[in-house]
């Protein structure tokens, strides 16, 4: 499995921890061992001329998901097929924010919203509220089970 972890955004963040996670939670929806993920860290800025660009909305956000093959989550016995899953955008940053607000570090968000944005990248939504639950359930569990483990 192929994770580019980048970090551009300026500020020190654990990108090893981050590939780390991205690894589990693509192993843990059974995509294919040659699927290519990308993870980019950005600063406001930058996230923000995307927001503006990609999504049409002013300023900054936490994260931002390009697919690229349309790839979805496979089973044990199938999983989905190789291909470019497509890139995740981190703003740590925002996330430094969003974190002081829920009570708990920079770090733990950033890897909440890795784990988010691949669950975007493999057609996971949140516009209604069973998809909110299903996806958020979905996001917590790859989270707690990542961090169990590394503990």
Known sequence: MSVEVLNESGRDVDEAEVGALARYVLDEMHVHPQADLSVLLVDTDTMSRL???????PGPTDVLSFPMDELRPGTEAEPAPAGLLGDV???PDVAARQAAEAGHSTAEELLLLTAHGILHLLGFDHAEPEEEKEMFALQRRLLLTFLSGRR
């Open 89 to 91: 955008v981190l703003c």
């Open 51 to 57: 927001h503006e660009q990609w999504m049409d909305e």
